[in-house]
């Protein structure tokens, strides 16, 4: 993946992550230009009414423009009744809803499957923003429709102040060393840490290309959640070799790294942490955007493969895989999955982000069920051929 990329303004891959990622903004005009006009904002606030969608409405008071309020979802027609001048609504993972948005993913191969999040849209009339704040993820702003100004300022961590007594994180100041307006197809990227601050010129729909990573405590819980699955675990455990007598009230250092030696005994199992950590990381954080699957058995499925259906990812799912020791074992949506050998290669290639053909000639029984299972759990979709 050495060639030059559009997408990154003429860099290659190696080049963007080595010098950019995580460490410093990346201005490329026209680095999309597909993305104009995917979503218009009709779109927008249509979706945004959407019981199931995940969305907040921020508005700044007409008064004091830094008196800010948070409306979270379920949003319904009354809050956009009456409203400021200023204000900004954002939707979560459009690209659950857009499948022309979710295939822009593949405009970012260079970063895996599990670290991406959602693309977030965010429309407001001419002055609103989200104010003055950093995030701890990276993210590509894409400008979408109309034009944002965006003014870059100092690196921020957990130890940065807030201002008080309002419902957003937002910073006081910005040092700004960067300021431009970005046009539709313009892309951003702002690395964690890195303060911000969007202001839209005119009405303005801007993408956020979001990225996650776990953090220590929540991989824990889901240990923690894996050994308590496991019955034996649950039993008592032995009391140490009692040769001495100690203090009543003491807890010994001979009995206190006897139990923790007993936890990092379990820690060695790494099957187990394997499968908190994919567990973890293949959920989906909008669960309620997978839609209901239309059951269908083996004999509706070979007739789709016969009218040249393909099958890809359902963009709403999260499916994962890890190879080690010559073993491919896949997680989706927060859960291991049992998939047969012969169908193994086909479903890393969907993982992998590509639409497949099924040769039905060639696809024997175990990859037919294999196929319905995933199928019926909405964790893969069936596509018609393109014209
Ligand atoms: C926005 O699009 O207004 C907010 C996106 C961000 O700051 O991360
Ligand atoms: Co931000």
Same mark, same amino acid.
């Given at each position: 993946? &050495?060639? $030059? ?30 993305? /104009?006009?995917? %979503?218009?904002?009709? *779109? ?7 019981? @199931? ?11 004091? $423009? ?31 809803? &857009?499948?022309?948005?979710? =295939?822009?993913?593949?405009? #970012?191969? #260079? ?5 991406? *999040? ?9 002055? +609103? &923003?989200?104010?003055?704040?950093? *995030? ?35 910073? $006081? ?21 890195? &303060?911000?601050?969007?202001? /839209? ?5 801007? #993408? ?18 894996? #050994?308590?699955?496991?019955? /034996? ?9 009692? *040769? ?9 250092? @001979? ?36 839609? =209901? ?14 009218? !040249? ?24 949506? !927060?859960? +291991? ?15 992998? +982000?590509?639409?497949?053909? %099924? ?24 596509? $018609?051929?393109?014209?």
């Amino acid at each position: 993946m &050495s060639q $030059p990329l559009d997408v990154l303004g003429g860099i290659t891959a190696e080049q963007f992550l080595c010098e950019y990622w995580q460490k410093k903004p990346l201005l490329v005009r026209k680095a999309l230009p597909e993305i /104009a006009n995917i %979503l218009v904002p009709d *779109d927008v606030m249509e979706l945004a009414l959407d019981e @199931n969608v995940t969305a907040r409405l921020i508005k700044q008071k007409d008064k004091d $423009p830094n008196q800010w309020t948070v409306k979270n979802s379920p949003l319904i027609k009354g809050d956009f009744q009456k409203m400021p001048k200023l204000w900004t609504l954002l939707v979560q993972a459009v690209d659950h809803y &857009s499948f022309d948005l979710a =295939e822009l993913w593949k405009k #970012f191969p #260079f970063i895996p499957q599990w670290r991406r *999040d959602d693309i977030m849209v965010s429309y407001a009339p001419q002055g +609103g &923003s989200v104010g003055k704040h950093f *995030d701890f993820y990276d993210v590509f702003l894409v400008q979408g429709y109309g034009n944002r100004r965006w003014q870059l300022g100092q690196m921020c961590d957990a130890e940065s102040e807030f201002v008080e007594g309002q419902p957003l994180k937002l910073l $006081p100041e910005i040092d700004v060393h960067f300021d431009e307006v970005l046009a539709p197809g313009d892309l951003l990227y702002v690395p964690p840490g890195l &303060s911000h601050y969007g202001v /839209a010129e005119n009405d303005c729909l801007t #993408f956020s290309f979001g990225f996650r990573m776990p953090n220590v405590p929540d991989m824990m819980d889901r240990v923690c959640d894996k #050994f308590s699955e496991n019955e /034996a675990l649950k039993n008592p455990l032995h009391d140490i070799i009692r *040769d001495q007598v100690s203090r009543a009230g003491e807890v010994t250092e @001979n009995e206190l790294s006897y139990l923790k030696s007993e936890i990092f005994k379990q820690l060695q199992n790494s099957l187990v942490l394997d499968d908190a950590i994919m567990s973890l990381m293949s959920e989906s954080k909008y669960p309620e955007n997978i839609p =209901e699957a239309e059951e269908i058995g083996t004999g509706d499925l070979e007739d789709a493969l016969d009218q !040249g259906y393909l099958l890809q990812l359902q963009p709403a799912s999260r499916l994962l895989y890890s190879d080690q020791d010559q073993q491919v074992l896949f997680w989706a949506n !927060g859960e +291991g999955l049992c998939i047969s050998e012969q169908f193994t290669p086909f479903l890393q290639k969907i993982a992998d +982000g590509q639409t497949i053909a %099924l040769n039905l000639d060639l696809a024997d029984e175990d990859i037919l069920e294999d196929v319905v299972m995933l199928l019926n759990e909405s964790i893969l979709m069936l596509v $018609p051929t393109e014209e």
